[in-house]
């Protein structure tokens, strides 16, 4: 089993940044992927971006040039730098990890609120 913890989540201006950090536990060594995921009210989850454990990322087209994704292998933690944030990014953003037998694990989610 895998556990992960999101942080770094908050209320910030538009144009304005945050970090957020997902430290994974238990059962690491499985992880291939890891994924931001994220949920606005009444919205379905979407992809956000997503990083293999050799470092080749993917971002969906929203947010493309804005934020960047990136890994510690070594502390089992993957990050996500978010700039120039807009008020439609605001959503709960979660952390995900896929196993290499194919197993999917969620972390609980952190809030991000971009407002004025």
């Known amino acids: 089993q895998v556990q992960l913890v999101e942080s770094g989540g908050g209320l910030v201006q538009p144009g304005g940044s945050l970090r957020l950090s997902c430290a994974a536990s238990?059962?690491?060594?499985?992880?291939?992927?890891f994924g931001w995921y994220r949920q606005a009210p009444g919205k379905q989850r979407d992809l956000v971006a997503t990083?293999?454990?050799?470092?080749?990322?993917s971002y969906a087209d929203s947010v493309a040039g804005r934020f960047t994704i990136s890994r510690d292998n070594a502390k089992n933690t993957v990050y996500l730098q978010t700039n120039s944030l807009k008020p439609e990014d605001t959503a709960v953003y979660f952390c995900?990890?896929?196993?290499?037998?194919?197993?999917?694990?969620w972390g609980r989610g952190t809030q991000v609120t971009v407002s004025s």
């Open positions: 995900y990890a896929t196993s290499y037998t194919g197993s999917d694990y």
């Open positions: 238990g059962s690491t060594f499985r992880i291939d992927v």
């Open positions: 990083i293999t454990r050799g470092g080749s990322t």
